[in-house]
């Protein structure tokens, strides 16, 4: 049995000699760890998020390999984008129930998701669909978490005029619906690639990370270790990045992920609507707008990417309360 | 308290003209306007060019054009669209639309939500709990414009085919009645044996309750009929009694029985009145049965359980009034459902077009076409209430005011509804506040798969045309709600939690 040293580092306070002889008596041992070891522990200790942590990277890992990334080619061998004939009127191939209960066995066959009315393999294009929802939630949930957390810092620590200045601003993004800012920027930067798209994506939705860093950082800078650094001269850009962010980090990390979860299904439903991305690019969203018609005679076409956009935005949402409860220190439930 | 409400209204009123510059700027770029004159026929290409341009001011630049806007909006006058039509005629059917949409929604998934909250921290840990939380995050993930589809699929044109023949299959009683007894079962607290029966009993309940409704064609004539009304009021009073004050008093049992019983002598007294209502008169009978019931519970209560009596009866009287509209309303399914030809869950908009009948029957349309959006918004929003609850709740329950309230005796139900919920609704209050802010904006999807021409036409038809003026309309309802919550739910919570210091 083992019990788990203070989060701050056993070795520095006083009282952990007297504690350490104290298990020592008991039989006990003391092990020291580190504030990263015992995230991780305690992350890994989660359930949820360590199913959620396998299923996201079976979805990339699917996503990716398939058709492969820029001129890197995937064991795949279809085209998203090709046309052909329409097999056996686009029925899905895939199956996974074994011959002995009835099923055709563990195969994907020709077309695993189906074809589409134009012939187009289904399974490439989900694909394809998932990379660029994966790769616009990446950049946007980034780009958010980047600027909302420089401004957060910046409001919180300056105090005076530079946070009313930026807390205003952050007021008035949010009074702005996200569909109303991010339909109009995505229908401006339409047709310049789902880089650009994502980016402003981002700019839209920094407001509550802002929120949440500078409500941290409020807290942090009456400390008595920043009080020290500020004593001794410390510029104010070294004592922000130094000593107050590193302890804002759990804080933004878990924000970050869920704001990611949250970027998927704000791109797809954009998109579905037609504010998003635009053809030739597809993404989750857009293919279940494109094919929302097909539900009575192929609801394959229908089904699938609705199936991906879930298990994304699951697994994230279930990796943030992972994050979530291994970064919070007065999370008692996972201890051993 | 004044001068912290005057500065907030201050502040917004600034926050909000800020916001509406980057609003009007954006939407003056979203597309060209002119694009479809433009490709109009020599001849005719320049007059309709020169008419556009007259008529949006396009020769002027942007920020005479959005100070125009303003000192319209400001009279009243939310300007004409491309075609010359007047917005303000637009926004009024569509906010109509809107609002019809979202309070109802609203309303269910705070009650629902709370309610699922507050079960699920009471048992924290079970598999109950576990389930919750499990399905609260599949709801967080769901993509609303796809479980909009689904739904429309499944629930509306599947069950209208169900409906035409009316019988429930037996595995799915058999479903039905599993999760009722798993419910039940991990709802019960106490040893196995009471767990067990709990589970059986309800089980066991549902599934003779479905196998007589679906061998007596319930669902196809349906009704509650006296007797059932009768039941439902009394469990009913017995119910919000034990909720507000706990059985061991009398008074306010008693006076919750009476208002009971005078709600099953009204579902035969006012016959007449219910055959074909108005709206007044509905509105008016509530009132009278608040009014009626506070006075009864002001009598029968006494100095000394007048406090609890009041609300106990008359939570009692709208419920059992409820049951009745409820009863009244099922009793005209048959003829809705035979007048819109066996289809009365709709897909598509607000309401079945030039469709005339009864109150109940039109109130029955209305119904039909907001059951599967309502379903939608609820299934999104259920969970945000219903983790917030639970988090509120199990950090209220961890201090010491209510341990001591156990050690001094108090009954647990005086524990969680005095002392824990009281306490832990009151972050959820300003999350509701922000949550109706949120959600006027966040309707318009929902509204384009169901096909309702509400507040989100008037945004699709002004970034289809280049046209500022809708938009407009679109953020000053839609950024007006934000903007007036997030500031209703900062002096609300001032107001309830005197920890807060207003300086």
């Known amino acids: 049995m083992t019990q788990n040293a203070q989060p701050a580092g056993a070795e520095k306070t006083p009282a952990a000699p007297a504690a350490a002889q104290d298990a020592a008596a008991q039989g006990m041992s003391i092990v020291a760890r580190s504030q990263g070891q015992l995230v991780r522990r305690r992350f890994f200790r989660h359930r949820g998020a360590l199913a959620g942590m396998i299923l996201f990277f079976i979805v990339v890992a699917l996503a990716v390999s398939t058709i492969g990334a820029g001129p890197i080619p995937g064991w795949w061998d279809k085209d998203p984008m090709a046309t052909g004939q329409v097999v056996d009127a686009g029925r899905p191939t895939l199956s996974v129930l074994p011959e002995f209960l009835g099923g055709g066995g563990l195969h994907l066959g020709e077309h695993p998701f189906g074809q589409d009315n134009i012939g187009r393999d289904y399974f490439a294009l989900t694909m394809r669909g998932t990379q660029v929802s994966l790769v616009i939630a990446l950049i946007t949930g980034l780009v958010a978490t980047f600027v909302g957390t420089l401004l957060g810092a910046v409001a919180g620590y300056f105090r005076g005029w530079a946070e009313s200045v930026l807390m205003r601003i952050t007021d008035v993004m949010i009074a702005i619906p996200t569909l109303l800012i991010a339909g109009l920027i995505g229908v401006i930067v339409a047709g310049r690639g789902i880089v650009i798209f994502a980016v402003f994506l981002g700019l839209c939705l920094w407001t509550q990370i802002a929120r949440l860093v500078r409500g941290e950082v409020l807290s942090l800078r009456e400390k008595e270790y920043v009080e020290a650094a500020r004593s001794v001269g410390t510029r104010s850009r070294r004592i922000i990045f130094k000593h107050i962010l590193p302890n804002t980090m759990g804080v933004i990390i878990v924000s970050a992920t869920l704001m990611i979860a949250s970027a998927v299904l704000t791109e797809t439903a954009l998109s579905f609507l037609g504010l998003g991305v635009q053809a030739p690019d597809t993404s989750l969203g857009r293919l279940i707008s494109d094919y929302r018609t097909a539900l009575t005679v192929r609801p394959w076409l229908f089904y699938w990417p609705g199936a991906f956009i879930i298990a994304i935005a699951l697994s994230i949402n279930f990796i943030g309360d992972g994050l979530r409860d291994a970064f919070d220190p007065r999370q008692t439930r996972v201890r051993d | 308290m004044l001068v912290f409400i005057a500065r907030r209204l201050f502040v917004s009123i600034w926050v909000f003209l800020a916001s509406s510059v980057i609003v009007f700027f954006l939407s003056t770029q979203v597309r060209d306007p002119l694009a479809e004159a433009r490709a109009l026929p020599d001849g005719a290409r320049e007059n309709a060019i020169a008419e556009i341009t007259e008529r949006m001011h396009l020769d002027d630049p942007i920020l005479v054009r959005y100070f125009r806007w303003l000192g319209d909006a400001l009279a009243g006058d939310l300007g004409t669209n491309r075609q010359g039509q007047s917005v303000n005629t637009m926004l009024e059917s569509a906010f109509s639309a809107t609002v019809q949409l979202i309070v109802g929604a609203t309303v269910l998934s705070i009650v629902v939500g709370i309610s699922i909250g507050v079960i699920s921290a009471l048992r924290q840990y079970t598999a ?357 919550f997030n500031m209703i739910a900062d002096i609300a919570y001032a107001f309830l939690d005197p920890r807060i210091r207003l300086s």
Request: hydrophobic letters at 50%; a negative charge; aromatic letters at 10%.
């Open chain 2, 128 to 484: 109950l709990d576990q389930t919750v939380t499990f399905v609260a995050f599949i709801c967080f993930s769901l993509p609303l414009f796809w479980v909009g589809t689904l739904l429309k699929q499944f629930l509306a044109i599947d069950f209208n085919d169900w409906l035409a023949d009316p019988e429930i299959s037996p595995l799915f009683i058999g479903g039905i009645s599993l999760l009722t007894g798993l419910f039940c079962g991990s709802v019960v607290l106490g040893d196995r044996r009471s767990r067990l029966v709990a589970f059986a009993s309800s089980a066991a309940a549902m599934a003779v309750l479905l196998a007589v409704l679906s061998a007596t064609e319930w669902f196809a004539d349906p009704g509650l009929g006296p007797v059932v009304v009768a039941i439902t009021a009394v469990a009913g009073a017995i119910g919000f009694t034990t909720l507000v004050s706990g059985l061991e008093w009398q008074p306010p049992l008693r006076a919750a029985l009476i208002a009971a019983a005078i709600g099953i002598v009204a579902y035969f007294a006012l016959d007449p009145v219910l055959d074909n209502p108005q709206l007044p008169t509905i509105i008016g009978l509530a009132l009278l049965t608040a009014a009626v019931c506070f006075g009864l519970g002001w009598y029968v209560g006494g100095d000394l359980y007048r406090r609890n009596a009041i609300p106990a009866t008359v939570l009692t009287g709208l419920f059992a009034g409820a049951v009745i509209f409820t009863d009244r309303m099922l009793q005209s399914f048959a003829d809705y459902s035979e007048s819109v030809g066996g289809r009365p869950v709709s897909t598509v908009g607000a309401e079945t077009p030039n469709y005339e009948g009864t109150f109940w029957e039109s109130g029955l349309d209305s119904f039909g076409h907001l059951a599967l959006p309502t379903l939608a918004l609820v299934l999104i929003s259920l969970a945000t209430y219903t983790r917030y609850t639970r988090a509120s709740m199990l950090e209220v329950m961890n201090q010491d005011y209510v341990r001591t309230g156990r050690a001094k005796g108090l009954s647990e139900r005086a524990v969680v509804t005095r002392h824990v919920l009281r306490n832990g609704l009151i972050p959820i209050t300003t999350l509701i506040a922000y949550d109706i802010g949120t959600i006027v904006g966040g309707a318009v999807v929902t509204e384009q798969v169901f096909g309702w021409s509400a507040m989100g036409s008037l945004l699709f038809t002004g970034i289809e045309q280049g046209d500022p003026m809708p938009i407009m309309a679109f953020f000053v309802v839609s950024g007006g709600a934000i903007v007036v």
